[in-house]
């Protein structure tokens, strides 16, 4: 089955720097890949996905890029704000088969 | 986006007792749920999936005699934790999928279980 493996664990950056957040999976039929926020006793909130059939895609601030060959794709914050700190959670599914896998989550602290 | 409602949002129960938690699709038909549980500090772990008519198909390692799962229509799936135990006390949140958009999935809100 699949394995999503997320790094780091806790990140710790300045306000206005950026955050990046990197995932691997092992499934190569994997082609659809949602990042999700959650805030402390909340529901994830997604942020932003990619699907397989492109290398990347942004949202104002938040950036998601795919490398299909080495089964790997990242979130990018650019100029993060105290209100970004979270836990961040990547995830990997099939859009056919549906079952989501999440990553390990990736504690983010932004120090005004 | 779509609307997920769960209920209740925090249960407190005794050992020994079960507890139904329902999750709904409010404005939209989802064939499929899932079931996840959170533990503090930690990712969600998928327990079943659950599709409308059908049997849920539980995730290894998940008991599908102490969790039920009933999937009765298309808006709605309830979990049973049944005969609930200190160590089931954990978070639990229901997603469902949005067929007519991309197949997204939307969550509930959770539902915290404590048993005593």
Known sequence: GENVEQHPSTLSVQEGDSAVIKCTY???????????????GKRPQLIIDIRSNVGEKKDQ????????????????ITETQPEDSAVYFCAATHTGGFKTIFGAGTRLFVKA | ????????????????????????????????????????????ML??????????????GVEKDKFLINHASLTLSTLTVTSAHPEDS?????????????NEQFFGPGTRLTVL
């Open chain 2, 47 to 60: 327990m079943a999936t659950s599709n409308e008519g059908s049997k849920a198909t539980y995730e290894q």
């Open chain 1, 26 to 40: 092992s499934d190569s039929a994997s082609n659809y890949f949602p990042w999700y926020k959650q805030e402390l």
């Open chain 2, 90 to 102: 954990s978070f639990y949140i229901c997603s469902a999928l949005d067929t007519s958009s991309y």
């Open chain 2, 1 to 44: 986006g779509a609307v997920v409602s769960q209920h209740p949002s925090w249960v407190i129960c005794k050992s020994g007792t079960s507890v139904k938690i329902e999750c709904r699709s409010l404005d939209f038909q989802a064939t499929t749920m899932f079931w996840y549980r959170q533990f503090p500090k930690q990712s969600l």
């Open chain 1, 61 to 76: 601030r938040i950036a998601v890029t795919l490398n299909k060959t080495a089964k790997h794709f990242s979130l990018h």
